[in-house]
């Protein structure tokens, strides 16, 4: 398996640009998660799907991050206008919900690092 | 609500020294705890989890946790450490949510 695959792995922009961060979860996984990790702030969720649809996304910071998942192999992190302070790296995560319920392991995607100048 | 305590946010310790990282969770539901690794320039990966059953959790690179209810700890433990063990650990937990709230992380670095 390719494990999760995130793209791109390094985005370099200038504030006020659009930023779209993309998210292919392991095949057969119906959640996925979107995770931000900086020093000051640690790692935090941001927003989780299950089966395409948003559960949560009370961890979004502001109205200028969307995301969606239009298929079940298929997400993406959308930054509009993008600003300094969301210079970070922002991690995709996907798991595979069990019939008992029980909390399924996640599995970490490499992560894309994005400054924003 | 749940949060998760890491300790030690620096760990330094000598190649083949044991090692403890300590874990410390609030929880008002049952819990799940995970340990997650993150290697410089990474992605984390799963070292180990605790669902249920034996409070004695093996995991990979001979990591071992023990989950403590009465103490609310998950502490996590290698015998002898090797210099490839340096990196980021994370503690996790999730309740019934299914969401997992990390810890701060402790930078474990194994000195030759």
């Known amino acids: 398996d390719a494990g999760v695959i995130q793209s791109p792995r390094h985005e370099v922009t200038e504030m006020g640009q659009e930023v779209t961060l993309r998210c292919k979860p392991i095949?057969?996984?119906?959640?996925l998660f979107w995770y931000r990790q900086t020093m000051m702030r640690g790692l935090e969720l941001l927003i989780y799907?299950?089966?395409?649809?948003?559960?949560?996304d009370s961890g979004m910071p502001e109205d200028r991050f969307s995301a969606k998942m239009p298929n079940a192999s298929f997400s993406t992190l959308k930054i509009q206008p993008s600003e300094p302070r969301d210079s970070a790296v922002y991690f995709c995560?996907?798991?595979?919900?069990?019939?008992?319920?029980?909390?399924?392991?996640?599995?970490f995607g490499p992560g894309t690092r994005l400054t924003v100048l | 609500a749940q949060s998760v305590t890491q300790l030690d946010s620096q760990v330094p310790v000598f190649e083949e020294a044991p090692v403890e990282l300590r874990c410390n969770y609030s929880s008002s539901v049952s819990v799940y705890l995970f340990w997650y690794v993150q290697y410089p320039n990474q992605g984390l990966q799963l070292l180990l989890k605790y669902l249920s059953g034996s409070t004695l959790v093996k995991g990979i690179n001979g990591f071992e946790a023990e989950f403590n209810k009465s103490q609310t700890s998950f502490h996590l433990r290698k015998p002898s450490v090797h210099i490839s063990d340096t990196a980021e650990y994370f503690c996790a937990v999730s309740g019934s949510a299914r969401q997992l709230t990390f810890g701060s992380g402790t930078q474990l670095t194994v000195l030759p």
């Open positions: 995560a996907s798991s595979a919900r069990t019939s008992g319920g029980t909390t399924d392991t996640q599995y």
């Open positions: 799907f299950n089966n395409n649809v948003p559960i949560d």
């Open positions: 095949s057969g996984h119906n959640s």
